[in-house]
T-cell receptor, first 113, second 117 residues
């Protein structure tokens, strides 16, 4: 059974650009959550999607957005990139949102220069 | 207020010995879940163990066990017979459910474990 797949693994972008990250959950999982990890702020929740609907959102500016497709794959988009957006972005998938397991992908490491 | 506290930023452990990683949490939600993850230098978050707030027994998964003390709001991870491959960052996390508004994981600051041969 394939795990959570995040693409790309690494990205380098310039300030002001936008970026789209992808997450394919484990087959059959319908909940996808996104997290940002930085040395200064640690792991912070971005948003959660379930059945193509955003159910919960963290305290991030509107430049951070996401969506989920009918096959449960999810994308997150960051517009007008800032240097502070440099981070490891992790997504987690669950069979249902309240399940006892949440499996993470390997993450996308975004560097903004 | 910080909801998940890991007071040990880093620790050394001798190979083959057991190690306990501390985690305390704060919530007023009667239904919650506690997770432990391992993050090696590659960045991937590896699920280790889960404890539900209503579970009567402490969770165990191979060499990992969770010492759940609900009244004290602590969920310490015990790794028995440490191996060199256990060297990594370890995160404690709590899931609170918000019904139709979904749920999220809140993470502690992590504990870096280095296993010495």
């Amino acid at each position: 059974k394939a795990g959570v797949t995040q693409t790309p693994r690494y990205l380098i972008k310039t300030r002001g650009q936008q970026v789209t990250l992808s997450c394919s959950p484990i087959s059959g999982h319908r909940s996808v959550s996104w997290y940002q990890q930085t040395p200064g702020q640690g792991l912070q929740f971005l948003f959660e999607y379930f059945s193509e609907t955003q159910r919960n959102k963290g305290n991030f500016p509107g430049r951070f957005s996401g969506r989920q497709f009918s096959n449960s794959r999810s994308e997150m988009n960051v517009s007008t990139l800032e240097l502070g957006d440099s981070a490891l972005y992790l997504c987690a998938s669950s069979h249902i949102p309240e399940n006892t397991e949440a499996f993470f992908g390997q993450g996308t490491r975004l560097t903004v220069v | 207020a910080q909801k998940i506290t890991q007071t040990q930023p880093g620790m050394f452990v001798q190979e083959k010995e057991a190690v306990t990683l501390d985690c305390t949490y704060d919530t007023s939600d009667p239904s919650y879940g506690l997770f432990w993850y391992k993050q090696p230098s590659s960045g991937e978050m590896i699920f280790l163990i889960y404890q539900g707030s209503y579970d009567q027994q402490n969770a165990t998964e191979g060499r990992y066990s969770l010492n759940f003390q609900k009244a004290r709001k602590s969920a310490n991870l015990v790794i028995s017979a440490s191996q060199l491959g256990d060297s990594a960052m370890y995160f404690c996390a709590m899931r609170e459910s918000y019904g139709a508004a979904g749920n999220k994981l809140t993470f502690g600051g992590g504990t870096r474990v280095l296993v010495k041969p």
